[in-house]
């Protein structure tokens, strides 16, 4: 199942999203229909909330990048926690299926350690880096509420205003289908 994808402005995007209790919900389906929605809108990661669910899950698929440096990983993170970040800072204009036709550069530690159970309810600590590693950074600060834009210094997050403002009242370019918080 596709779900439409929230876009900048709703409040589920803002909210701490709460732990999944095992049996509680089907993960593995869930999990399907979140890779499903996020090949349809070209994504590399997608994050519970971004689908209006205030649950701590995202997918990411990195295969995406054509990259030789970057091995390719395919993973569902339920209710995940990063342990541990390191590394020096490195710039990557990001971008956000919830927030169409805006990229930036955003600062991100070059590794970490994330502790996080799989769809089958098995527990794993792992470390990544590079691009795998701002993919799940990227992604678990959705479930924290917290935007790529958010990262951004004040004065850019100004110059934005106006575009986001756009977005959230649904004038904005996607290939796919978007839930929007303002009717227009």
Known sequence: MIYPIVAYGDPVLKKVAQDIEKGSLDVVKMSADMF??????HGVGLAAPQVAL?????????SVFDDEKITPVRKTFINPVIEEEWGDEWPYEE????????RADVYRPANLRIRYFDTDWKEHVEEFDGMTARVIQHEYDHIEGVLFVDHLSSIKKRLLKGKLTNISKGDCDASYRMKFPIKK
């Not at 205030?54 to 990195?62: C, G, P, Q």
């Open 36 to 41: 499903e929605t996020m090949e349809n809108a």
């Open 54 to 62: 205030n649950l701590r899950m995202f997918v990411i698929d990195t």
């Open 95 to 102: 971008g956000c299926l919830s927030i169409p036709g805006v």
